[in-house]
């Protein structure tokens, strides 16, 4: 897959997924930089840049650190506070609870091991992409002034980031452990089986190019890649990019590395067994699974997979993208939009007339609640900043594509958006009353005494042939004027 340039907004990079199967994990380890120079495997190509585009550096580096800080902080946020709190108690209490049958301070020792356990992984991932960005395990010393060196990563997360760092260790239970399998079978099992059937009568299914919008930690591009098609998945967080990268191209073999997904909750366990439970990941080694995959085929899978990282609404409402998918597969991804028409027409604008949308997913809008867009109009002497309550005039010019960066947000429900859908350029089923729902939880814990389901919808929408996108009609409209 080609190397694409982007805007800063969203760094637009294609990095072939280059899996390898069989080989030990130093070797991956030793061949890294070699790789990068051949732009065949690291994902943000920008980062290799001169050091002076430092912004993208940065930006890097406030991404990677979670995961190497991940240890530090999960031990004093989870087991260091709650050591504090249980000494807090009346002595009589604390030391009934010391002791068997609950040994709570057994408990927290445990909880340390699978946090230690839990951040192994997190360190390979770390270091699989600090030196594939060419930066040091250990970084320079601040200069004799106490100046932090700018490429000195240490302690730049914030806690916002180690929330994102624990998803993406939680992540990595629904994409690849055996245990997250019901997940999957419910959630990527029939996206596959509408793909299957759309393309039954294609006995070579390498030509059929598939999108994966916001495709996570990568398994149903990896399960795409799999069935035989073209696969290319995007993703806008770099800790679901750096992990992804790191699941496909780094692992050596299944059930590598042990975790444990739910050890760092203390609500809603029927026991402490529940709590600590381990898994292995990945359930499959990625590698050797699409080598076993490709046997017979035109074009092995290692030539079919590939990953985009930025924001979708923008990477793929270029020129480059028009066109250029026969098939576009949501899931738990279309809610991520502030503004879904954007996201629609986006995906009107990179499918092939005649090419299918299928989409799963609840409607959990991500950006609900985030407050109303503000002018700040400043004068000498104050700056005044209001929410617009009314439309803007019509004589202003066009906002750039900022993509998912745009002001304004909206939430739809169901209903509302089949009704978009179809006037938008597809044709799809109306909504029937009640639509078929699915049930499944996102990385929910089986176990739990808490189980949040959601009720899916599963829809395919077709783009109709010789309808216009957007994009296309405006520049029609643009020649006739
Ligand atoms: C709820 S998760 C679903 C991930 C995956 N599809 C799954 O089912 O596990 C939504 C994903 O979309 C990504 N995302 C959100 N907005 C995006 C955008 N504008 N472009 C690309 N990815 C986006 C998020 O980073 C996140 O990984």
New binding site residues.
């Given amino acids: 897959m080609q190397k694409r340039s982007g805007s800063s907004s969203?760094v637009a990079a294609v990095y072939a997924i280059h899996l390898q199967s069989g080989l030990p994990l130093n070797l991956y380890r030793k061949s890294l930089l070699s790789q990068l120079l051949n732009l065949t495997v690291l994902l943000l190509v920008s980062f290799l840049l001169p050091l002076s585009t430092l912004p993208s550096k940065s930006l890097f580096i406030a991404n990677l650190t979670p995961k190497s800080q991940y240890r530090k902080a999960a031990h004093y946020n989870i087991t260091h506070c709650r050591r504090q709190n249980f000494y807090a108690l009346p002595a009589a209490h604390w030391q009934r609870l010391a002791q068997p049958p609950i040994s709570y301070l057994e408990t927290l020792d445990l909880v340390d091991d699978a946090i230690d356990r839990n951040s192994s992984i997190a360190r390979e991932i770390f270091l699989a992409s600090l030196s594939a960005v060419g930066l040091d395990e250990h970084p320079p010393d601040p200069s004799p002034d106490g100046q932090k060196h700018r490429l000195d990563w240490r302690g730049a997360a914030t806690p916002q980031d180690m929330d994102k760092a624990n998803t993406t260790i939680r992540?990595l239970y629904?994409?690849w452990s055996a245990e997250g399998a019901a997940?999957r079978q419910a959630?990527?099992s029939p996206i596959l089986a509408s793909l299957l059937s759309e393309f039954s009568s294609h006995p070579d299914k390498s030509p059929i190019k598939v999108l994966?919008?916001?495709?996570?930690?990568g398994?149903?591009v990896f399960e795409i890649c799999r069935a035989g098609f073209t696969a290319e998945g995007?993703?806008?967080?770099y800790?679901?990019l750096l992990a992804s990268s790191f699941i496909l191209n780094h692992t050596a073999r299944a059930q590598q590395f042990p975790l444990h997904p739910f050890a760092l909750n203390f609500s809603n366990h029927v026991s402490r067994a529940d709590q600590l439970r381990r898994v292995m990941v990945p359930d499959v080694h990625p590698g050797g699974a699409l080598q076993d995959a490709s046997v017979g085929l035109a074009v092995h899978a290692f030539e079919r997979i590939g990953m985009s990282?930025?924001?979708?609404?923008?990477?793929y409402n270029d020129d480059q993208h028009a066109r250029a998918y026969d098939a576009v597969a949501?899931?738990?991804?279309i809610?991520?939009?502030p503004n879904l028409l954007t996201?629609i027409e986006t995906i009107h604008h990179c499918l092939k007339p005649g090419g299918i949308w299928i989409n799963?997913?609840p409607l959990?809008w991500?950006f609900e609640g985030s407050g109303p867009p503000t002018t700040t109009t400043t004068t000498t002497t104050t700056t005044t900043t209001t929410a617009a309550e009314s439309p803007p005039s019509s004589s202003e010019p066009p906002n750039p594509n900022l993509?998912?960066s745009s002001p304004g947000s909206i939430e739809l429900t169901h209903q509302e958006i089949i009704p978009l859908i179809a006037s938008s350029g597809f044709s799809i089923a109306p909504a029937t009353q009640p639509p078929p729902f699915r049930e499944t939880g996102?990385?929910q814990d089986p176990a739990s005494m808490l189980q949040n389901t959601y009720r899916v919808v599963h829809w395919v929408a077709r783009k109709e042939s010789g309808s216009a996108s957007g994009k296309a009609q405006e520049k029609e409209k643009r020649e006739t004027e």
């Fill in positions: 969203a992540q629904r994409d997940e959630c990527y994966v919008p916001g495709a996570g930690l398994r149903l995007n993703e806008i967080s800790h679901q990282t930025g924001d979708f609404s923008v990477i949501t899931v738990f991804f809610d991520t939009a996201y799963l997913g959990l991500h993509g998912i996102y990385i």
